[in-house]
């Protein structure tokens, strides 16, 4: 129970200017700024606008300065922005197929089409301190190689497909379901738990995906396909009755190839799942797709041992830290009045208790 | 005037710096808005598996506005971003371009703009050539 | 492809709907109450009160029923310009314009669902002008009673039902679902 209680607001007021004060931290360290935070702070900028959902990295970048520097409080910034903003219209699907990768790479297939790129990665990085940065971090332009002519990427578990050795991905135009717009309903289709882990917590997710990697809903996953680059959005435009492209977007993308012994339904053959995500943010893309894989075992046909990331209601209801965090943290607010009815109630249990005893003795 | 060259060249104004754009346009010819600039957001859609069924990915911010030059031309934008100038500006170029100003219009903005994009594109594409693997096998020691 | 320019929305957009808004909340809350309802200069066929009503509560995610020879691709164009909502069939509307005979049968739009009984379909009805009160109103928002016009019968099982919206030239007014109505 809430009651509304007076006298706080002086001492909120003044938190609020110490607040901007820690925020700021030492004058004589020059201030920084939200184009910085933009350049230099990449990952963290993506990490706000996949799980804020909601492509604006100077957004982005001014949420994480105004939070300073708490992803999860600029995630939430970015939220309650985000429903401020009329809804013009949704895009054309993107074709990712036509995407401008800057990384793409297989864990399953060494010659795939296309070839190799490791992109702007920390896969082959020692994990030691680079105490150069410290003095200074400007380097050299990264070396070029000369390309042909900018062609589509085809995906490689394409190749499979052909050969039938996994399941289809059945091509749709069914308008999806929105979490944003309509309060979650179980069971959720694919498209309504996509969308649930794609803008869900990078940790949480993480931590299912890693459950089922080591047994929790085992499903032996392999990245077929990692690619990361850029993507025009394309949306049709009723005043001109065409579509226009209105920008490119950063996306990461991860396709997965499962292990699967057949079911009463489905020959023998590979399965998948799927991440998708904003900006470039390849382990929560990985995550997601085993989690999404997990997530499928009633359309497979596949039994449900009770692991959690096969738990749709669990999974979904859990892995948005906005909700998490709002609810979590409200109990940190006052209860005064629920906590003096305890507070009564236990005084009288024990008075009850107490006397009892005494009887007794 | 075809509607993919249209499709085109919104593409290019969508896409363009709002900087480079406002120094190419230079003053803006007169105007009469049909609908001032408004910021909203698109909800971004992608596929299952890449192919399937579509999902919602997620929003992002996205300006449009429509806009009169005197003699009629009407020119729409929606471009990335929450820039209301650039918007008018991508819809201006817009108007120009179904005028009989479209050939110096294509010209003198257009064309450069699409040399940076194209550029751009060059320059990452020859980074991530860089990165590429090329595998070759070691040769196993047998005697 | 080209449009001709399509003028008649808001010229100030972000004030007029507010207080657009604020008038159909007032009429929604007080049935019976007249108010006067402007902003908008949709193609002829339809009133300001309606067009204003369209500008303000409609958006890419509500679907309209356009009724009989309202139907035009004049006003559809207006609508996708201004609005960008869908123009769909009416079982599954969130606004359904037109006059009260072209509305029928009442029956195919939705009257929303004991979970969500917000999904369900607010017809604009089109009156032409306003006519004398032929009811008397109770219920909800109402003191006492209140005579005003009612186009006819309406399917509601509260909290289920169909809101309406009357409109004729400026003049705007509602009946909600919670309204009871005994005709004289």
Redesign the interface.
């Known amino acids: 129970m809430y009651v509304a209680v007076k006298g706080g607001e002086r001492a909120i007021e003044n938190a609020h200017a110490w607040l901007a004060e820690e925020r700021r931290g030492d004058p004589a360290v020059p201030e920084l700024s939200t184009a910085q935070i933009r350049e230099q702070m990449t990952l963290a900028v993506n990490r706000v606008m996949a799980e804020g959902s909601l492509y604006d990295p100077d957004l982005a970048a001014l949420a994480i300065k105004q939070a300073r520097g708490d992803l999860i409080e600029a995630i939430f910034l970015i939220r309650a922005y985000r429903t401020t903003l009329p809804r013009l219209m949704a895009s054309t699907p993107v074709d990712t197929a036509a995407m401008a990768v800057t990384r793409r790479i297989s864990a399953t297939f060494k010659d795939a089409p296309g070839g190799q790129i490791l992109g702007p990665t920390f896969d082959y990085t020692h994990r030691l301190l680079d105490f150069a940065l410290l003095a200074e971090g400007e380097v050299p332009p990264a070396p070029t190689a000369l390309t042909g002519p900018a062609q589509d990427m085809p995906h490689i578990l394409s190749f499979l497909d052909r050969d039938g050795l996994i399941e289809e991905a059945t091509p749709s135009d069914e308008p999806p379901p929105d979490l944003t717009r309509a309060p979650l309903e179980l069971p959720a289709d694919r498209a309504l738990r996509l969308q649930a882990l794609t803008r869900g917590d990078e940790g949480f997710v993480l931590g299912l995906a890693y459950s089922t990697q080591r047994g929790y809903g085992r499903n032996h996953a392999f990245v077929g396909e990692l690619r990361i680059g850029t993507c025009p959005v394309e949306v049709d435009i009723p005043e001109l009755g065409f579509s226009v492209e209105i920008g490119d977007i950063e996306l990461t993308e991860c396709e997965t190839v499962n292990q699967f012994t057949g079911s009463k339904t489905q020959p023998p053959q590979f399965t998948r799942g799927y991440g998708l995500t904003f900006g470039q943010t390849e382990r929560k893309a990985i995550s997601m797709a085993l989690v999404d894989r997990a997530l499928r075992w009633r359309e497979l046909g596949e039994d449900f041992t009770g692991a959690p990331a096969q738990d749709e209601e669990f999974v979904l209801s859990h892995c948005d830290n906005i909700q998490a965090t709002g609810f979590l943290e409200h109990i940190k607010l006052p209860h005064y009045v629920d906590f003096q009815a305890e507070l009564e109630l236990i005084r009288s249990v024990r008075a009850a208790a107490f006397a009892s005893r005494e009887a007794a003795e | 005037m075809t509607?993919s060259e249209?499709?085109d060249w919104?593409?290019v104004l969508?896409?363009s710096q709002p900087q480079r754009l406002a120094d190419l346009l230079g003053p803006l010819p007169a105007h009469e808005m049909?609908?001032?600039p408004?910021?909203?957001?698109?909800?971004?859609?992608?596929?299952?598996?890449?192919?399937?069924?579509?999902?919602?990915?997620?929003?992002?911010?996205?300006t449009?506005c429509?806009l009169?030059l005197q003699g009629?031309l009407?020119g729409?934008a929606?471009?990335?971003?929450?820039d209301k100038s650039h918007a008018i500006r991508a819809a201006i170029v817009d108007a120009l371009m179904?005028g009989p100003q479209s050939a110096t219009t294509r010209e003198a903005i257009l064309a450069p703009l699409q040399q940076d994009q194209s550029a751009h594109?060059?320059?990452?594409?020859?980074?991530?050539?860089?990165?590429?693997?090329e595998?070759f096998t070691m040769v196993r020691g047998e005697d | 492809m080209d449009m001709q320019p399509i003028s008649g929305g808001f010229a100030d957009a972000p004030r007029q709907s507010a207080l657009a808004f604020r008038a159909i909340i007032d009429v929604m809350s007080r049935p019976g109450k007249l108010a006067t309802l402007q902003g908008a200069t949709p193609p002829a066929s339809l009133s300001v009160a309606a067009g204003t009503v369209i500008l303000t509560l409609a958006d890419a995610n509500t679907g309209i029923y356009l009724a009989g020879d309202l139907d035009s691709p004049a006003l559809r164009q207006w609508i996708a310009f201004h609005t960008g909502a869908p123009i769909t069939t009416a079982d599954c509307a969130d606004l359904a314009i037109g006059t009260w005979a072209d509305l029928h049968p009442l029956d195919r739009y939705r009257t929303g669902t004991v979970e969500y009984p917000d999904r369900a379909a607010t017809l604009i009805v089109e009156l032409g002008e306003t006519p004398a009160p032929n009811a008397s109103l109770t219920g909800p928002g109402i003191k006492d009673r209140i005579a005003a016009f009612v186009p006819g019968a309406r399917p509601t099982s509260f909290p289920l039902g169909l809101d309406l919206i009357l409109t004729a030239g400026a003049q705007v007014s509602a009946l909600p679902r919670s309204t009871q109505v005994e005709f004289a």
């Open positions: 509607m249209r499709r919104m593409g969508a896409r049909l609908r001032n408004e910021i909203g957001a698109v909800m971004v859609r992608g596929r299952a598996g890449a192919a399937g069924a579509p999902f919602n990915l997620g929003e992002m911010t996205v449009r429509s009169q009629g009407v729409h929606y471009v990335q971003g929450r179904q594109r060059a320059a990452t594409r020859a980074k991530a050539a860089a990165t590429k693997v595998f």
